[in-house]
Nanobody, 121 residues
Framework: QVQLVESGGGLVQAGGSLRLSCAAS??????MGWFRQAPGKEREFVAR????????YYAGSVKGRFTISRDNAKNTVYLQMNNLRPEDTAVYYC????????????????WGQGTQVIVSS
């Protein structure tokens, strides 16, 4: 079992930055991912990272603006979000247990409760 708790969301102006954190407890060694869900839309993949941190992959809409990283000593995964846009507004979820080759939500076994990010124009 893995428990995930996200933090760091909030309200920011377009062009600003936020850093999300995901604290994990329980079993370790998983691929970790960040997803987001805007009102009325399906949950979509944002970024993922393997156990060592040596492999990362991003959705095209965030590549070059967002950076995923992890600190295994702290059991924490981060999502640094720069140059935020209004279309980045969503609830952001941390997930564990996926595959390095998959961004499909159904491939992740464990989910946090989400943290709200609102980007004003």
């Amino acid at each position: 079992q893995v428990q995930l708790v996200e933090s760091g969301g909030g309200l920011v102006q377009a062009g600003g930055s936020l850093r999300l954190s995901c604290a994990a407890s329980g079993r370790s060694g998983y691929v970790m991912g960040w997803f987001r869900q805007a009102p009325g839309k399906e949950r979509e993949f944002v970024a993922r990272i393997n156990w060592s941190g040596g492999y990362t992959y991003y959705a095209g809409s965030v590549k070059g603006r967002f950076t995923i990283s992890r600190d295994n000593a702290k059991n924490t995964v981060y999502l640094q979000m720069n140059n935020l846009r209004p279309e980045d507004t969503a609830v952001y979820y941390c997930a564990a247990g996926g595959s390095v080759v998959s961004g499909a939500p159904e491939d992740y076994n464990y989910w946090g409760q989400g943290t709200q990010v609102i980007v004003s124009s």
